[in-house]
């Protein structure tokens, strides 16, 4: 398969507690996007990066969340001191620099703090 | 006011139906359109770019509408295995180079034999 993967796919946790998730994408794409989902929403942009730089992140990143592409090709994505509102689907999706490019997603980790 | 505003739907429409889906965004440097399909519990799929002339890929047929910062998707003869959240996206380009995608909140159809 390669498409974008994410590990796990399913994370329960207690609030409080410290999760990450790691998202490998496309082999030959050079950026890679976290988003956050919740029900009856569309995706939310959360961060980007561009080969190993992090080009930008949205306000809706606390700094309890940090992202991470130390060789610019799988990144991490870790939330501290969890709280139960961060319970979503988190998005990783990947896409090759050029006019109008498309994004692909991978299939998401579900997280559920309790 | 959401940069991207979609009538959330239900629409149920019997297999074989033309259905219209309406989306009006907010930021006039949009550059770039889309709509992806989600199906339930699944993660979003590119289903065709949206371009200014107007575009058609099969059944589906997607137009922009640039001066009233609109976009539309038409779905001509509904088939069961179309029902899913479609979901309008938009590109837009700010100072930092962003190219993150602006999601709408989606339009849920289901097809109904």
């Known amino acids: 398969d390669t498409g974008v993967s994410q590990n796990p796919r399913h994370k329960i946790t207690k609030r409080g507690q410290n999760v990450t998730f790691r998202c490998d994408p496309i082999?030959?794409?050079?950026?890679l996007y976290w988003y956050r989902q919740t029900l009856g929403q569309g995706p939310e942009f959360l961060t980007y990066?561009?080969?190993?730089?992090?080009?930008?992140k949205s306000r809706l990143l606390s700094d309890r969340f940090s992202a991470e592409r130390p060789k610019g090709s799988f990144s991490t994505l870790e939330i501290q001191r969890t709280e139960q509102g961060d319970s979503a689907m988190y998005l990783c999706?990947?896409?090759?620099?050029?006019?109008?490019?498309?994004?692909?997603f991978g299939p998401g980790t579900r997280l559920l703090v309790l | 006011r959401k940069e991207v505003e979609q009538d959330p739907g239900p629409f149920n429409v019997p297999e074989g139906a033309t259905v219209a889906f309406n989306c009006t965004y907010s930021?006039?440097?949009?550059?770039?359109f889309f709509w992806y399909r989600q199906d339930c519990r699944k993660e979003p799929k590119l289903l065709m770019s949206v371009y200014s002339s107007g575009n058609e890929d099969g059944r589906f047929t997607a137009q922009l509408n640039r001066a009233s910062q609109y976009i539309s998707l038409l779905i001509r003869d509904s088939k069961l295995s179309d029902s899913a959240t479609y979901l309008c996206?938009?590109?837009?380009?700010?100072?930092?180079?962003?190219?993150?995608?602006?999601f709408g909140s989606g339009t849920r159809l289901q097809v109904q034999p």
């Open positions: 082999s030959e794409h050079n950026r």
């Open positions: 999706a990947s896409s090759f620099r050029r006019t109008r490019e498309t994004q692909y």
């Open positions: 990066f561009q080969n190993e730089a992090q080009l930008e």
């Open positions: 996206v938009v590109n837009i380009r700010i100072d930092t180079g962003r190219r993150a995608l602006t």
């Open positions: 930021n006039s440097a949009s550059q770039s």
